[in-house]
Nanobody, 126 residues
Framework: QVQLVESGGGLVQAGGSLRLSCAASGFTLDYYAIGWFRQAPGKEREGVSCISFSDGDTYYADSVKDRFTISRDNAKNTVYLQMNSLTPEDTAVYYC???????????????????WGQGTQVTVSS
């Protein structure tokens, strides 16, 4: 069964950090672009950061540059999102997604993918 499973969300105070994980099962992430997306209440889903699983090429939305870091562990078939200096504006449901068609930037910008996870809630209190 093909699955992407997110974990690591939770409640954190402003200025704090969280690390999200996205583990793939039923398929290998080789040759995929994988991304983290988020959707806040009343807002559209947006691409936060994306990575090429094969060469590690990355893309970040301007709103998270210098605060978030995306990485991957090829052996574990897992992608991570390290989130630092969190603000209440980062509160959202975070989803990971994977697609073999898009480039890294294309995945994040076009906000479309073949595989999606169920999401994990991140809440940042002020």
């Amino acid at each position: 069964q093909v699955q992407l499973v997110e974990s690591g969300g939770g409640l954190v105070q402003a200025g704090g950090s969280l690390r999200l994980s996205c583990a793939a099962s039923g398929f290998t992430l080789d040759y995929y672009a994988i991304g983290w997306f988020r959707q806040a209440p009343g807002k559209e889903r947006e691409g936060v950061s994306c990575i090429s699983f094969s060469d590690g090429d990355t893309y970040y939305a301007d709103s998270v540059k210098d605060r978030f870091t995306i990485s991957r562990d090829n052996a574990k078939n897992t992608v991570y999102l390290q989130m630092n200096s969190l603000t209440p504006e980062d509160t959202a449901v975070y989803y990971c997604a994977a697609d073999r068609t898009w480039t890294v930037q294309g995945l994040c910008v076009m906000n479309e993918a073949h595989h999606w996870g169920q999401g994990t809630q991140v809440t940042v209190s002020s």
